[in-house]
């Protein structure tokens, strides 16, 4: 997970990073105000769409898992030990049940849920054998999933609200992402 370092998150709060927060808050309202109110067309659909953008980020996890477990010769303790595994399959357990929540909601069959629930899991395991194999920068994953993941939810956001209230749902949305991009701020601080 060392890839933080291509952000510069790493070096704590710089001129860089305010910037860097300062345009994420400016381009995330831009594309909540600006994205239409009509209904999406007939192929749309946020439960797969909500499993690929996962798997895209189980990609870049499985790669630093990969990459770390090629000179391991135990790969729990290459992970971090039994509490780090059990923490990632949790982890991962969330992710498919974000996954089946939206299934749920609207009301679709289990056989919906599996596919999604593949859709998530499977870009895991290629991710890993990626990162054993070659070892990829997993950066991009990590970025395609969080960029993917505005996307939706600012879609969602704009065909299910009047515009008031999606100004204030899309500030506590940013606001939730400041506050994670600030544990990681905190979390590099040595």
């Known amino acids: 997970m060392a890839a933080s370092t291509f952000l510069g998150i790493n070096q704590g709060l710089t001129n860089a990073t305010i910037l860097l927060v300062l345009l994420f808050v400016l381009g995330f309202l831009v594309t909540i105000m600006v994205e239409?109110?009509?209904?999406?067309d007939k192929f749309y659909d946020p439960i797969l769409l909500?499993?690929?953008?996962?798997?895209?980020?189980?990609?870049?996890?499985?790669?630093?898992?990969?990459?770390?477990?090629?000179?391991?010769?135990d790969p729990i303790a290459a992970v971090g030990g039994p509490l780090s595994v059990a923490s990632f399959v949790i982890h991962k357990g969330l992710e498919a049940f974000i996954v089946s929540a939206f299934a749920v909601s609207t009301g679709k069959y289990?056989?919906?849920?599996?596919?999604?629930?593949?859709?998530?899991?499977?870009?895991t395991v290629v991710g890993a054998a990626a990162g054993y194999v070659f070892s990829p920068n997993d950066t991009i994953f990590f970025a395609i999933g969080a960029g993917g993941t505005l996307w939706l939810l600012s879609t969602l956001l704009a065909t299910s609200?009047?515009?008031?209230?999606?100004?204030?749902?899309?500030?506590?949305?940013?606001?939730?992402?400041?506050?994670?991009?600030?544990?990681g701020l905190l979390h590099s601080v040595r």
């Open 110 to 123: 289990y056989s919906h849920i599996l596919v999604a629930g593949l859709i998530v899991g499977v870009p």
């Open 161 to 183: 609200m009047t515009l008031p209230s999606r100004f204030k749902s899309s500030l506590a949305l940013v606001a939730g992402v400041m506050l994670m991009f600030l544990a």
């Open 50 to 73: 909500a499993a690929a953008i996962v798997g895209m980020h189980g990609i870049g996890e499985g790669i630093a898992i990969g990459s770390i477990l090629i000179s391991a010769a």
């Open 36 to 40: 239409p109110s009509s209904r999406p």
